[in-house]
Structures are given as C-alpha cells and as structure tokens.
C-alpha cells in the first residue's frame, strides 16, 4: 500500500476538528431544528473530510446531511466544499423507477390512449423498403422480388409514409397493395413467437381446463381458423358458451364445451293430433242419475244425507 493511500484513509486532523463549521453550514442549508446530532465523518481524499448530521425531518427516515469540507496544502483554514442531504444504510427511499414502457401490463390501453412502438421494436420488421433487394427476412422479398421482375416494374423510393395516396401502377408498392401486403412494418419472427407463447400460456394444452377436457379445439366445430403461419397452431374460439370466446386459442386446448364431447339427441316428437270428422259424437247437456259415484237409493235415512 503506498504512502499516497494511507494518507487518504487518515482523515485529516484540522478538516476532522471542523465539527463547528460543518453544523454551520447544514443548519444554514436546511430549516431551522431538522439537523441532528454529528453522527460521523469519513475521509474522502488528502485533507478533504465529509461530516455526517442527522436528519430529523419529516418523511426523511435514515437520512443525513453531509457536509464536505477541505483545506489547501500547508494551509491552517478549513473551507466548505459542499452541503447535501444523503440516504443512509437504512433510509427510506422510493422505489427505483421504472419507464412507462416496462410499466405497461395489457389491459391498460383504454378508449382514446395511443400506444406509440419504438423504431428499432424487434416485434416489428420492414414490410417494405423500397429498396431493389429488400429484407432477406421481409414477409414480402422474394415473392416481390419475382413479381417485379416478371413484370419489369419500378421501385418507388421511400417509405409507404411518404408514398402517394395511389401508387404508380406496376411499381412494387402498387403490387403489395393488391395483394395486401402494402403495410411499413410487419410482425417479425420474434413478434411471431412472442405472440405464440403469450396465447399459449393463456389458452394452451397445459391449462387447467384443457388438461380436463375431453378433445382438444383441433376437432372442435366452434374452432374459426387463421390464416398465416400461425394458423398451423392456433385458431379462434367461437362458441360463446366456452371461456375462450373470441379469443385465440391453441389447436391443443380444450374445454367442456367441444361440440363432439355431449351430443344431446332430439327430444321425441308427439304425433299429431288424429280427428275423426265423419262422425257425430252426441254429448248429453245433463249428467244421467245413474252417473254419480254413489249409487241411487230410496231409502228416507240415506236420502236426508244426500248423495253424489
């Protein structure tokens, strides 16, 4: 260890003794009855010392004020560097922030809010550059490349942000936009494999409810396909008794409401009614004597009862 670095780590003895001009100068930094007692000094270099006061301020739990103070070489008076108010080893401190970026969770985007994506998103990649040889990853390269040679077209320069509302015919712009593909920026293959593994984890084969269903949704009617490459693994529930109703779903999840897994039969038909109308059924106005449950008598005692 050399000399240079002893002395360092010796507090100096004067800039040490400086207790008096330290409180001084915090209590003029700070209001009035919120620095404490001196609860320490380290040394910060050749005759430069930092002196420690607590803070009894409100909300500033474990805080202290530092005050730096120093002197010249060979010289007797200690000046005042500088006055702050520093955390401590236990202090309270905020939590460290986050950007808004990190913060996002889905869900949060509500009617009227936009969410802006950064230029250089690893989701995203170039639908169309317009340039001769665009992107060996473009969703759009070599298809476009051989339409536009085939068909001797011309590339427009620039982004589809500054291209004309219609786009010159037979240029490469004009074709991707009759097929549909006339977009600036496209989902990347990470944007593709994130997407897949969010839909998986949400509606996927190792879910609670697929792991009791009884099929998966590959042979389920309610099941609307995609197209894409996705469409190879996933599809949209449509049936709007299941828990996954418009939502995109894995080929291997599964749930009760499969359209194969319960088939109710018909319920029977009653036949229809058979009515006779070539015969005359006569209906009597007055019930006969004889109709009654009880038999008729003559007997007086038994007539005095009545009888139905």
């Not at 202290?64 to 120093?70: E, P």
């Amino acid at each position: 260890m050399s000399a240079a670095t002893t002395r360092s780590r010796t507090p100096d003895r004067l800039c040490a003794e400086a207790v008096d001009l330290a409180r001084a100068a915090a209590e003029e930094a700070a209001a009035p009855g919120v620095v404490g007692e001196h609860s320490g000094l380290v040394s910060e270099g050749d005759r430069v010392v930092t002196h420690f006061f607590e803070c009894k301020e409100l909300g500033y739990r474990g805080w202290r004020w530092a005050v730096t103070v120093a002197r010249a070489s060979r010289a007797k008076v200690v000046t005042l560097d500088e006055v702050v108010l520093l955390p401590g080893p236990d202090a309270l401190l905020a939590p460290e922030w986050v950007p808004w970026s990190e913060r996002l969770r889905p869900g949060d985007l509500g009617p009227g809010d936009l969410l802006p994506t950064d230029q250089d998103d690893l989701r995203l990649e170039p639908g169309y550059t317009g340039e001769d040889q665009p992107p060996a990853d473009s969703a759009v390269s070599e298809e476009m490349a051989e339409l536009a040679e085939a068909e001797d077209a011309d590339v427009s320069p620039g982004t589809p942000a500054v291209q004309p509302t219609v786009p010159t015919r037979g240029s490469i712009a004009s074709v991707a936009e009759e097929l549909g593909l006339r977009r600036a920026r496209v989902l990347s293959r990470y944007g593709l494999h994130s997407a897949a593994d969010r839909w998986e984890e949400a509606f996927g084969p190792n879910t609670p409810m697929a792991q009791a269903a009884p099929a998966t949704c590959l042979t389920c009617g309610f099941l609307a396909p995609i197209g894409g490459s996705l469409g190879q693994a996933f599809g949209v529930c449509a049936n709007e008794f299941a828990p996954a109703d418009g939502r995109v779903v894995s080929l291997a999840y599964g749930c009760g409401g499969h359209s194969e897994a319960a088939v109710m039969p018909k319920p029977p038909q009653p036949a229809a009614p058979v009515i006779d109308e070539t015969r005359v059924e006569p209906f009597p106005l007055h019930p006969a004597r004889d109709s009654g449950s009880v038999p008729e008598t003559t007997d007086e005692e038994t007539a005095e009862l009545g009888h139905s």
